[in-house]
């Protein structure tokens, strides 16, 4: 298995249902944090509206991101999200 089939391919579960694939778990962590850091300074330090603000610009991010992730999965096959429980 190849990274980019590691990274891309979606997840069963043991019940078999889809969950997204290790790239769009890392895109999530990715654009919380670079986020976070953006809005920092410009909010302040103000938690609420830091908070606010962090919503506000991943959630369009976050659609887009996982779309063209999207994208790229559907060329590959699902994989088992835990390989030893059949």
Request: hydrophobic share 50%.
């Given at each position: 298995m190849g990274v980019k089939e590691y990274l891309f391919a979606p997840r069963r579960d043991h019940r078999g249902w889809s969950?997204?694939?290790?790239?769009?778990?890392?895109?999530?962590?990715?654009?919380?944090?670079?986020?976070?850091?953006?809005a920092w300074p410009i909010t302040e330090g103000r938690i609420l509206l830091w908070f606010s603000l962090v919503v506000l610009v991943s959630t369009p991010l976050l659609t887009i991101g996982w779309w063209l992730i999207s994208l790229?999965?559907?060329?590959?096959?699902?994989?088992?999200?835990?390989?030893?429980v059949e």
């Open positions: 969950t997204p694939s290790e790239a769009a778990r890392l895109f999530f962590l990715l654009t919380l944090i670079v986020t976070g850091f953006w790229i999965s559907n060329r590959y096959a699902p994989l088992k999200m835990i390989r030893h």
